[in-house]
């Protein structure tokens, strides 16, 4: 929990970047303040334009006092990346006096009250858009262990000295960490995910969201093996990799004892993934996985 002193502290950082903020804005004498009414009439315009995915930016030259009348839509005023440019629909809301530059031709422009003007960007190209990727975003809590399949015993929440978390109540070797391990004779980095006999190891990836028009989410999951687990176990049993999403199976990769990465790609839906780990005999299954979420034109 956040101690009073943080709490103060971080709310003094709020002000400050709100007085910095409002500084800016009042060292240009030439901006004409904006009226709430137009601020709320931008924001109306704004909802009933947006569709789900778009990005929505507005000026860095509001006010704090201007800004409130956006209540809380979800709108930034930071440049976006050229890969959202590429991949998502943008809705900038700007001053008409001293509008952001940088971003191209929109494709449509339309004025709101006396000194905004919102501008709509279309998607610049049909790249793909990483949604989540395991290996940077993992997180405290993502990982759990059943025992058996379908009962959770162990959230992986506790911090280990190495990096990661440790499962409390399991053995050592069950962790959720990132890990540079040898698979196909190539150091390689990827998310620890040792099974267990008689249970499951769990990944849970956050709800993506849907797609905007026109685009579709798949998930990209890859998984292998230490090459000398594989080598110096003969007998080593397979490991499999479940993939669910809202109570549905929507596919599964199997993991033979073979040097080398195995990979299955499948359509996911809005909501959240789940990554079901198991296999017959744990010894020596020195087991990662990659897992990306991404977003790419629907075809």
């Keep these: 929990m956040m101690s009073a002193r943080a709490v103060v502290l971080a709310l003094s950082g709020l002000v400050a970047a709100g007085a910095l903020l409002d500084l800016r804005v009042a060292l240009r004498s030439d901006l004409a303040p904006i009226s709430a009414d137009d601020m709320a009439a931008a924001k109306a315009r704004i909802e009933a334009v947006q569709q789900p995915g778009d990005v929505i930016v507005h ?7 201007e800004l409130q009348g956006l209540g809380d839509l979800p709108a930034r005023p930071d440049r976006p990346t050229a ?22 031709r929109p494709e449509s ?8 003007v919102l501008k709509t960007y279309a998607p610049q190209g ?10 940077t975003q993992l997180g405290s809590g993502m990982m759990s262990v059943e025992r058996p399949v379908g ?14 978390w440790a499962c409390p109540g399991e053995a050592e070797w069950l962790y959720a960490a990132p890990r ?6 190539q150091d390689a980095q990827c998310v620890w995910a040792h099974p267990t006999t008689g249970g499951a190891v769990v990944f849970t990836l956050p709800a993506p969201g ?8 798949v998930l990209k999951l890859q998984a292998g093996l230490n090459d000398d687990a594989v080598t110096g176990t003969p007998d080593g049993a397979p490991v499999f990799v479940a993939v669910e999403q809202a109570g549905k199976d929507l596919g599964r990769l199997e993991v033979p004892n073979q040097v080398g990465w195995h990979r299955l790609e499948v359509p996911v ?19 990662c996985i990659n897992a990306q979420i991404v977003e790419e034109v629907a075809k």
């Design 210 to 217: 849907a797609a905007p028009e026109g685009r579709k989410l």
């Design 83 to 104: 890969g959202v440019m590429a991949t998502r629909r943008v809705l900038v809301l700007d001053r008409a006096e001293a509008q952001m530059y940088g971003l191209g």
């Design 151 to 164: 009962h959770r015993t162990s959230v992986c929440t506790q911090p280990r000295a190495e990096g990661g």
């Design 59 to 65: 000026s860095p030259l509001f006010s704090v006092r």
């Design 109 to 116: 422009e339309e004025a709101v009250g006396e000194h905004l």
């Design 269 to 287: 839906g809005p909501e959240q993934v789940t990554l079901r780990i198991t296999t017959p005999r744990d010894g020596r299954r020195h087991h």
């Design 126 to 135: 049909g790249g793909v858009l990483a949604v989540f990727d395991l290996l």
């Design 180 to 185: 540079s391990l040898r698979v196909g004779g």
